[in-house]
């Protein structure tokens, strides 16, 4: 049972080895702290063990679900190389949930499953223009609630307007990063992504060689173009 506090608490073991098999980056010391923590804060053992089930069976329907992804690539190693990196960072989650501060990059997949996980402390985003479309708004803001920072590659031949119009559901982002290459059609997508995100506190933009009217951002503190 759990009694008392600091060097006379003592840990139902179990919790510990549940812990550990949810998180298992975790040291024993850090689980039984964790453990010992969550008791602290006036949960049970029956709450606490319920708790780390719950996450628990998010990670294996994420794993399961990644897996599944991965395979259905056939020999796609940027899959499997994008799904270790969600799952790190799912893992990184931990027990609580404070400010969000961990960066998530998928860019190198070309598009994503719905996650079966939750990302809440994700602040900082790294996708393609096609992993971003294959999200809807609805399902991008269940999966990063806090997201504010998104670091896009954008190739010729990407649909400015869906790009616009995606971008546009999505006004928790507030910074944005955006490289392409050098030409027209490169500075055209940028334009209609910045008419369409007047709350943007901060634009990075690489690859341009033309002027560009951020008129519109009137929150902007920050803007690099090279």
């Known amino acids: 049972p759990l009694s008392g506090r600091g060097a006379g608490t003592t840990v139902n073991p179990s919790l510990v080895s549940r812990l550990r098999d949810v998180y298992p980056n975790f040291s024993d010391e850090m689980a039984e702290l964790s453990v010992i923590q969550l008791a ?6 029956t709450q606490i063990a319920h708790f780390l089930n719950m996450r628990g069976r998010e990670y294996e329907a994420l794993t399961a679900q990644l897996d599944q992804w991965v395979t259905s690539g056939g020999q796609n190693t940027v899959r499997h190389q994008v799904a270790q990196n969600i799952k790190y960072v799912w893992q990184r989650r931990g027990i609580y949930d404070g ?5 998530l990059d998928v860019r190198a997949a070309d598009s994503l499953p719905e996650l079966a996980g939750n990302f809440p402390h994700v602040s900082d985003l790294n996708m393609s223009v096609s992993g971003l479309l294959s999200q809807t708004p609805e399902a991008f803001v269940r999966q990063f609630p806090n997201a504010r920072s998104l670091t896009l590659g954008i190739r010729d031949g990407v649909d400015r307007v869906q790009l616009a119009e995606r971008l546009k559901a999505l006004p928790s982002i507030r910074e944005l990063e955006m490289a392409g290459p050098l030409g027209p059609q490169f500075t ?7 008419d369409a995100m007047p709350h943007l506190q901060r634009l990075d933009v690489i690859g341009m060689a033309d002027e560009l009217d951020v008129s519109r951002l009137t929150q902007l503190h920050s803007l690099s173009v090279y």
């Open 40 to 45: 602290l804060d006036g949960m049970t053992e």
């Open 99 to 103: 400010d969000a501060s961990v960066s």
């Open 188 to 194: 055209e997508a940028v334009q209609s992504v910045i």
